[in-house]
T-cell receptor
Framework: EAGVAQSPRYKIIEKRQSVAFWCNPI?????LYWYQQILGQGPKLLIQ????????DSQLPKDRFSAERLKGVDSTLKIQPAKLEDSAVYLC???????????FGSGTRLTVV | AQKVTQAQTEISVVEKEDVTLDCVYE???????LFWYKQPPSGELVFLIR??????QNEISGRYSWNFQKSTSSFNFTITASQVVDSAVYFC???????????FGKGTRLLVKP
């Protein structure tokens, strides 16, 4: 089966610009997560979707970050405006259901200058 | 609140040594899942193992083994006869709670020297 697809692979933007990341989970996977991984740290959960509904977005900085999962398939994560501290790898993961283990995409490496 | 603690930030061993990576978790749930992931220098997260809270049987897969002890809330990972290719960051993760949130520890960087 195809893995979790993410694009773009790399992105460099100036602070205060906006950026969007895209994730296409494995077909049929109901659960989707976005994580932020700052260099040298573990992945930090940003938002969890179950189908097209948000289950947990308590750690999403909602003043600048937004995410959606239309039709319970693809998902986009947006940052507007970006700050220097947003420089990180943004990982998308999906699973058939909760508790079954997750497959991660290769991530999008964002550099804010 | 749920929490995963990996107290070892970095471990360095010489090839063929055995090494154990510690993981301690906190949860109030009776049903939860524990995972180990490997993140090599290339950056992708590679799934290694999943354990549910009702299965305390230890598991061995080749040179890898896992010791799950609910009494001490630990899920430790041992690599026997380590190899240079084992060099990576290893993350322990916990899934549980009403919303089944999936959280990671801060990771342990393992360096295996030839």
């Amino acid at each position: 089966e195809a893995g979790v697809a993410q694009s773009p692979r790399y992105k460099i933007i100036e602070k205060r610009q906006s950026v969007a990341f895209w994730c296409n989970p494995i077909s049929g996977h109901a659960t989707l997560y976005w994580y932020q991984q700052i260099l040298g740290q573990g992945p930090k959960l940003l938002i969890q979707f179950q189908n097209n509904g948000v289950v947990d977005d308590s750690q999403l900085p909602k003043d600048r970050f937004s995410a959606e999962r239309l039709k319970g398939v693809d998902s986009t994560l947006k940052i507007q405006p970006a700050k220097l501290e947003d420089s990180a790898v943004y990982l998308c993961a999906s699973s058939l259901d909760r508790g079954l283990g997750y497959t991660f995409g290769s991530g999008t490496r964002l550099t804010v200058v | 609140a749920q929490k995963v603690t990996q107290a070892q930030t970095e471990i360095s061993v010489v090839e063929k040594e055995d090494v154990t990576l510690d993981c301690v978790y906190e949860t109030r749930d009776t049903t939860y899942y524990l995972f180990w992931y490997k993140q090599p220098p290339s950056g992708e997260l590679v799934f290694l193992i999943r354990r549910n809270s009702f299965d305390e049987q230890n598991e061995i897969s080749g040179r890898y083994s896992w010791n799950f002890q609910k009494s001490t809330s630990s899920f430790n990972f041992t690599i026997t006869a380590s190899q240079v290719v084992d060099s990576a960051v290893y993350f322990c993760a916990l899934e549980g709670g009403q919303g089944f949130s999936f959280i990671f520890g801060k990771g342990t960087r393992l360096l295996v020297k030839p």
